[in-house]
């Protein structure tokens, strides 16, 4: 019998984790006190990351805080979805760190791994009853406690973990195989785009087409029509003023610079090497970037109204709206010098540098903003298809990118430089057979790709189906014979008593101890908060809300006390909240 109608199966009971286990919270380790050498920490991103580093601490501990590998960890604060969760730590001897739960179970009665498999089966409800926000969440003690779980005889526990680990073993092979491809479809993605711009794609089409103009044809075209605009637009000038034109006053026209090609690849023949420069159109504006300083402020984005196109819309497969910023139609009135044109060419030149797409034909109005600069193209000479794919993978231009760019914690480049990038340059008409021949090859790159998510999400999906009938009691066989699990309610309840007992006068002692401590830390709660808009205003950085809670003096027992007070502090406009994505958030003090 399955509890599939709200029955339990047979032998089954639902129990409130506060009668299986005793929680004790971990220490908050300051910075400080981090040191080279010692017991590793053991801090949440070491649960959900092995490779994560450790900080270390090398003094006196309680007891209470050592974790010893088979403990059971609950990670109770952070961020959903990313954060929370039980483990059964593999690590070896270390210290617990603040925001963790050890999870104390009875001896040789419950078995950790069946324990933890169904903490993680409430975890969404748990996490559905998560307090606090500005970016941090945790799961208080009294609803991990209250929560129910269901609990089988321990035999048919055993039987349970050992079935669902051999299913997750297959899952996780499965997985890796899958995580094994990806690399390779982008090794052979970026081989394509070499091939590409080496001009081996087209070796044969080339061969069939001998008689195509070369690019250096259409550009020296190209720079004598922008020569006699210029010549006429002068006289212009001289004639309006009523002068004859100076001798040689045509030697004033700056023609651009020649691309020293001597440090990059050869090219095949028909190809030249020309600056982005002379790639853009004579229209007004054709290479520009959004408006920069008190031109554009961040506090003028708004939910609706005329989109405004940013470093997060720029994606290397194709244009996304994705997060949206828009501007007010006055503001759009004031910037639309600064509009995106139908197959624009947008690259970012901040943090992620260089990543590239086309304004779509049919995109909405839009302007872009300061870390976005679009390339209005003179299509004659080339194809805007043409130059996304060079940003994306010819190994020239990204050589050439990488020695351009300037920063370490905030990597870029300026106008001037993507102006002068040289980008290999084959007949128009080649260009086209190329981005076909790429866009063939790509297609064919994504749809493996796309079939690779799809079958992660199926063992995403197997996985939770797996869990779902282990706890509706339909994963294993049962045993009529096996000792119901509310025998095992009453042993466990025994244990505890005995182990409550044998402690009960070291724990009144305790108690007398922590009360009389509790007291002074009453008497001076004041003084050992800091007011949080000062810690931000000595530190003068922004910090996020962990590191002010810790910097200003609370503890996971004052967390409530610490929101509170956070609330307050940005009720009054003490301080400002800064949120970078939808759980990331930054606090500073605002100026009085």
């Known amino acids: 019998m399955s509890n599939t109608k709200g029955r339990l199966s047979a032998g089954w009971e639902s129990v409130k984790i506060v009668h299986l286990c005793e929680l004790i919270n971990g220490r908050a380790f300051k910075p400080t006190e981090w040191t080279n050498d010692g017991l590793p920490i053991i801090r949440i991103q070491n649960l959900n990351n092995l490779d994560a580093k450790f900080n270390y601490f090398n003094g006196d501990y309680d007891e209470r805080h050592l974790v010893q590998s088979g403990d059971l960890l609950f990670a109770w604060s952070g961020t959903p979805g990313t954060s929370f969760g039980a483990h059964v730590w593999r690590g070896g001897t270390a210290l617990l760190n603040q925001h963790i739960f050890r999870v104390v179970t009875p001896e040789r009665l419950l078995d950790k791994t ?46 349970i973990v050992a079935k669902i680990e051999a299913l997750q073993e297959r899952s996780r092979r499965a997985r890796e195989a899958l995580a094994e491809v990806r690399p390779l479809l982008e090794q052979f993605r970026q081989s394509v785009l070499a091939a590409a711009f080496h001009g081996d794609l087209t070796a044969d089409w080339r061969a069939a087409h001998p008689n195509v103009k070369p690019a250096s044809e259409f550009l020296h075209r190209i720079r004598a029509e922008r020569r006699r605009r210029w010549e006429q637009a002068e006289l212009a000038i001289y004639e309006a003023k009523g002068q004859k034109p100076p001798k ?10 020649s691309v020293d090609d001597s440090d990059l690849q050869e090219l095949p023949d028909g190809w030249c090497w020309i600056r982005v420069a002379e790639l853009a159109s004579d229209l007004p504006r054709a290479i520009q970037s959004g408006p920069f300083g008190s031109n554009l ?41 600064y509009t995106a044109r139908p197959l624009d060419v947008l690259v970012t030149v901040m943090a992620t540098v260089g990543r590239c797409c086309l304004v779509p034909a049919d995109l909405e109005t839009a302007i872009i903003t300061k870390h976005v600069y679009r390339i209005t193209l003179e299509q004659r000479l080339i194809n805007p ?200 958030v930054m606090l500073e003090a605002v100026k009085q």
């Open 114 to 159: 069946y324990l933890r498999f169904a903490i993680n089966h409430k975890l969404d409800e748990l996490i559905r009853k998560a307090q606090g926000g500005v970016g941090l969440r945790h799961v208080t003690k009294g609803t991990f406690e209250n929560t129910e779980i269901l609990l089988p005889p321990i035999a048919e526990q055993q039987q």
């Open 248 to 257: 040689h006053w045509q030697d004033k026209y700056e023609g651009p610079a």
């Open 297 to 337: 402020l961040h506090s003028e984005f708004q939910d609706t109204g005329i989109l405004a196109i940013g470093i997060d819309n720029v994606h290397r497969d194709g244009f996304s709206l994705g997060q949206q910023h828009r501007v007010s139609r006055e503001k759009y009135e004031e910037l639309k010098q």
């Open 385 to 584: 298809h043409f130059l996304v794919l060079g940003f994306q993978g010819a190994v020239e231009v990204l050589k050439q990118l990488a020695k351009a760019i300037r920063g370490q914690t905030r990597p870029g480049i300026n106008g001037e430089i993507l102006k002068s990038l040289a980008i290999p340059v084959p007949p128009r008409q080649e260009q086209d057979v190329i981005c076909e021949a790429v866009h063939n090859q790509i297609a064919g790159v994504n749809n493996i790709s796309e079939l690779i998510s799809e079958t992660t999400d199926a063992l995403d999906q197997l996985d939770e189906s797996i869990l779902a009938k282990a706890f509706r009691g339909e994963l294993v066989s049962q045993d009529p014979g096996d000792e119901p699990a509310s025998v095992l309610l009453t042993q466990i309840r025994e244990q505890k008593s005995q182990q409550a007992e044998a402690a009960k006068s070291t724990k009144k002692t305790t108690n007398m101890q922590r009360r009389d401590t509790m007291r002074k830390k009453s008497s001076g709660l004041s003084s050992q908060h800091r007011p949080l808009a000062e810690v931000l205003t000595i530190k003068g950085k922004p910090m996020s809300p962990a590191q002010l809670l810790t910097e200003s003096g609370y503890d996971d027992d004052s967390i409530e006390d610490f929101y509170s007070a956070l609330r307050e502090e940005i009720a009054k406009g003490r301080i400002r909240e800064n949120r970078l994505t939808e759980s990331d």
